[in-house]
């Protein structure tokens, strides 16, 4: 059967199409711009957004599992919920999602408050679910990697609780490891929440030396203040996101995201390999 992936041409979609290709997999991707799904020609492309019913329709038939990954924006918890609706009604149930660390908890950041409540109707709706929560993206490291080189100072506002970064490729395999699973189960099996995390929780003292060694410069942390952080965002993303990035940022500040105990170990488990580390990712940009 055809395992369908919505948000295809992002950081995480794009190693999700790849984990599946790499296991043999049917895969259908669903995109509002087709030039950027440049997979190999086994992969379907359907050209639409979360907002295109029709596109939707179109998207969902003849699929039997679906990963959905929705990008922040100021209408996401409709397109979550319109989307949803539309895989039920083309009898589509089995589902990977991917939600947010501590989504429950982050109540006043919108994004994370749209994925929980994306996660409630997948349980109210009885979606056969596997719902990642992955923390902060160290692939997100790219959008302050020129302060860091430039200025040398790390400017993400993590605070000294620590934040167990997680890098995509890790996110995307875990992913493609459940979509599999769930695809091939001969019946309906239940909700499973998976935190997504990286194999060290981070301070931003501790982010700031791994850059120091890296470079082999100093480089310091910029602090827990999140007014330049908002005002370094707003320059090149609107400012209600760059907004919400604060609120984020305020959210690593005053709790952290720390891994439960057997985080790591099942997600090393499960891929049968290590995590990718914050270093590797530091090292990358600076070649670069």
Known sequence: MTILVIGATGRVGRHVVNQLLARNASVRVLTRDPAKADFPSSVEVVQGDLLDIDALRAAFKGVSTFFLLNAVTGDEFTQALITLNVAREAGVERVVYLSVFDADGAVNVPHFAVKYGAERMLAAMNFSTTILRPTYFIDNEVMVKDVILQHGIYPMPIGSKGVAMVDARDIAEIAALELIRR????????????????PQTLTGEHVAAIWSEVLGRPVTYGGDDPSGFEANMATFMPKWTAYEMRLMAERYVSDGMIPQSGDVERLTTLLGRSLHTYRETAESLAAA
């Open 183 to 198: 695809d091939q189960a001969p019946g309906k099996l239940p909700i499973e929440v998976i935190n997504v995390v990286g």
